[in-house]
């Protein structure tokens, strides 16, 4: 069973790009998604490897401070089996 | 049996008759029944008079003249055959009259109601119980209790209604199936009450009680009359469900780890359950109830953010938050909505994430960890075999040195520009780096510039596009730089890059792309370049021959390989090794004596660890014995001026022999540098002559062909 991890919004902004789709392979420290943040732009990295399992978010959306954008399913290799615990 | 019936006599009259003639008929043959019977019908009966209708217009003197056709007349005769049976009499029980025809349809007389009831109630082949039937086919629920509400009768429709069997039925009393209050008004105060309604989780009915009297008027029990309640009786059901549904809620509520909050679509709280997340509520949960969450300061603008994020997404929104006190928190609000899809609640589950949160941080750094440690342990049990077959072989100070460098740079990408004598081993230097570097996963490229022609060197380092030019391959060529992406490429004898290759390679390293022979694109590359040469750069730049831009360019890291003669200690270890791996490869024994190992350390090496591994593996091929001693050795050595000098004390000798060894090696030494022999007494500290002297005697010696200095 592979273990879960949240990308997890720092700030209060709008979702300007995600460059995920679940199912996705995502590598740690990837820029996951693009919040606008008072016309700043900031890229929200992926805090590990492994698949997207989960995008609760949509272009052009609202999001605030600590909310869950998506989760990844922890995995080692890719095509593999994820990580197991 | 059927011709046996009893029947009155029907008598008859016709439309035209007389009233008077009808009430002659009834008061003569006490008759209440007078049947009309219908001229234009060929005399059949169609009608009949009652004698209660006509009773009060006795009085009247002309009705007596008035004809049938005006008296009050019925037509709702039923014909029965003579030949029926008894299931037949069900059917026509209720009827008020009753006409009985022969089997030849002719009239044979009538009964009335009582006549029926008598006949069922008389009829001996009857097995049906046939007040039961009664009951049973009326679509209510009958009862009939005595005075102290034991249950003497009833009808299947009430046990349904009552869901009850009728051993049930018959073991209760009224007044608890029903309803004891309204059960003893009925038979204590002989009052009927109606319409009255008994809802419970059983049953909802509409009741009728009604007293039963004997014939002094005395209350013997009562009769109840159920009807269905089909609307209440679902609402009951509904009622009971829902409150099923709440205890097992409020059991499940209590029951998990969560918190829970309902809230109603503006964002006030209304219900609470669940296990209280210690230290992240700072005021007592109960005293929120009935606010707005939305206008919270106690607890920040979490809460209020949640709302409206539900509020305005229409759906699952999660959120962490970090309390004061250091919980982690995850809530997750879930809008609920009504049929017409408008948001009527929001719960919010609240879970102390804290220990997750902690425990999948601890992993993700555990597993970096070990990550790293594999990694390194990798990495050791690479260079073990590196040393084993890469076979950068030392112990010298300055090599150590070198390495100690290497591996401070290995983990930059910077350029490495190696230099060193021909036979160094600059290449093992360059894989070295390569291996210890983050690079080691991706390739490693050598090109020897000195070996490729130059007019093909552009082409094999940059590839080409398909149909460059003639004899190319038709699917072009990568080319080296682009072999070597995100690895290593390796330039060996840099130095021999002609001129205007210099520039394109100047121009890679510059904008780290390249453009290949014949293509027009430019190609992006990153490769590490570690280059080497065994010639001066500087002075080739000085000299005109080496770009100096590209030499600043390759020369960031530069690492000097020191000549194999200035460190002598390193040769016996390498010379073991190549031993061994030539003896391995040619299926020998062979071993190097101490003698044998003295004589490869005090070599001067011009050709460098090159040139070692060369003697070795020819020793190794032509020895006859296993033994190769120094003398075997000898022939194959460069007699260089310097062969002596090396020479060092590692045996007992004769003291006078070693002195006499020693001064002809430094006397020939002196010679050779300073070629006077005043100078040479001079650097040497002596006399003229006696350098003078001792020289002649040297030389003399060399010619005799013996050997000076130390014996080998």
Not at chain 2, 180 to 206: P, S, T, Y
Not at chain 2, 462 to 480: Q, R
């Amino acid at each position: 069973m592979g273990l879960k991890y949240d990308v997890i919004s720092p700030f209060e902004g709008t979702i300007e790009r995600t460059w995920f789709q679940s199912g996705d392979w995502v590598e740690e420290g990837e820029v996951f998604c693009t919040l606008t943040v008072t016309g700043k732009r900031i890229d929200i990295l992926s805090p590990v490897t492994g698949y997207v399992n989960e995008i609760e978010i949509e272009q052009g959306e609202l999001v605030i401070v600590g909310m869950i954008l998506a989760s990844i399913m922890m995995s080692d290799v890719e095509g593999g089996n994820p990580t197991s615990i | 049996m059927a011709s046996k019936w009893f029947v009155r006599n029907a008598h008859t009259v016709s439309f035209e008759s007389s009233a008077n003639d009808v009430w002659d008929i009834m008061s003569r043959f006490n008759e209440r029944y007078v049947f009309v019977t219908d001229s234009e019908e060929m005399g059949k009966i169609v009608a009949y008079i009652r004698d209660t209708d006509i009773m009060p217009s006795l009085n009247d003197p002309a009705w007596k003249n008035h004809a049938v056709r005006q008296l009050p007349y019925h037509t709702n005769i039923t014909f029965f055959q003579r030949e029926a049976d008894v299931l037949d009499f069900f059917k026509v029980f209720g009827e008020e009259v009753v006409v009985i025809l022969n089997r030849e349809g002719q009239l044979e007389g009538y009964l009335n109601r009582e006549d029926i009831l008598y006949y069922l109630l008389t009829n001996q082949s009857a097995h049906t119980d046939w007040i039961r039937s009664l009951l049973n086919s009326i679509p209510m629920g009958i009862i009939i209790a005595d005075i102290h509400g034991r249950i003497e009768n009833f009808s299947s429709e009430a046990l349904r209604m009552m869901r009850v069997t009728a051993d049930e039925l018959r073991s209760q009393r009224v007044g608890e199936l029903l309803d004891q209050n309204v059960f003893l008004k009925v038979v204590e105060n002989g009052e009927a009450v109606l319409n009255h309604i008994i809802v419970n989780d059983r049953m909802g009915v509409l009741a009728d009680f009604g007293p039963i009297r004997n014939r002094h008027g005395n209350v013997t029990g009562a009769i109840i009359v159920l009807q269905d309640l089909p609307f209440i009786e679902k609402m009951a059901m509904e009622m009971e469900y829902v409150k099923n549904l709440n205890t097992d809620l409020q059991g499940i509520l209590s029951s998990i780890y969560d918190e829970i909050l309902v809230l109603d679509a503006k964002g006030v709280l209304l219900r609470y359950s669940g296990n209280l997340i210690k230290d992240f509520w700072e005021i007592n949960k109960e005293q929120l109830i009935g606010l707005n969450l939305m206008e919270l300061e106690h607890e920040g603008t979490f809460f209020s953010a949640i709302v409206k994020m539900v509020i305005e997404r229409k759906r699952k929104v999660s959120v962490t938050q970090e309390s004061r006190s250091g919980k982690n928190v995850l809530a997750v609000g879930n809008p609920i909505f009504d049929e017409k899809g408008k948001l009527e609640r929001i719960v919010i589950a609240l879970r102390d994430v804290t220990e997750t949160v902690m425990l999948k941080e601890e992993l993700l750094q555990a597993k970096k960890m070990s990550e790293k440690y594999k990694k390194e342990l990798e990495h050791l049990r690479d260079q073990k075999q590196y040393a084993k077959n890469r076979q950068l072989i030392y112990a010298s100070e300055q090599i150590e040195q070198v390495m100690k460098y290497i591996q401070k740079i290995a983990n930059t990408s910077s350029t490495v520009l190696l230099t060193g004598e021909s036979g160094v081993g600059k290449e093992v230097f360059a894989r070295t780096i390569y291996e210890l570097g983050p690079r080691c996963s991706k390739p490693f490229v050598k090109v020897n510039c000195g070996a490729i022609p130059e007019t093909l060197l552009e082409s094999e380092l940059f590839g080409y596009e398909k149909g460059a030019f003639t004899g190319a391959n038709a699917s072009g060529k990568p080319g080296y730089f682009r072999m070597a992406h995100k690895g290593v490429l390796f330039l060996d004898e840099v130095g021999e890059m002609p001129l205007n290759l210099q520039v394109k390679l100047l121009r890679v390293l510059q904008e780290r792309e390249i453009i290949p022979v014949g293509g027009s694109e430019v190609v992006e590359v990153d490769v590490q370049i570690i280059a080497a040469t065994n010639k001066n750069l500087e002075k080739m730049v000085e000299e005109g021959t080496f770009r100096e831009d590209l030499y600043y360019r390759l020369n960031v890291i530069p690492v000097v390989i020191p000549p194999l003669r200035d460190r002598p200690e390193d040769i016996p270890l390498i010379s073991l090794h190549f031993l061994q791996l030539f003896n391995e490869k040619y299926d020998r024994t062979t071993q190097l004596s101490q003698d044998a190992l003295d004589l490869l350390e005090s070599y001067p090496w011009p050709g460098n660890v090159r040139e070692l591994q060369n003697i070795v593996e020819r020793l190794v091929v032509t020895a006859d014995e296993d033994l190769i001693e120094a003398h075997h050795i000898t022939p194959l050595l460069k007699k260089g001026k310097k062969q002596y000098v090396k020479q060092r004390m590692n045996k007992i000798m004769p003291l006078k022999e070693a002195t006499r060894a020693m001064e002809e090696q430094l006397i020939k030494l002196a010679m050779d540098e300073f070629k006077t022999t005043s100078l040479a007494a001079k650097m040497l500290g002596v006399s003229q002559s006696t350098i003078s002297r001792k020289y002649q005697e040297i030389q003399e010696k060399i010619r005799r062909g013996e050997q000076i200095g130390f014996k080998v």
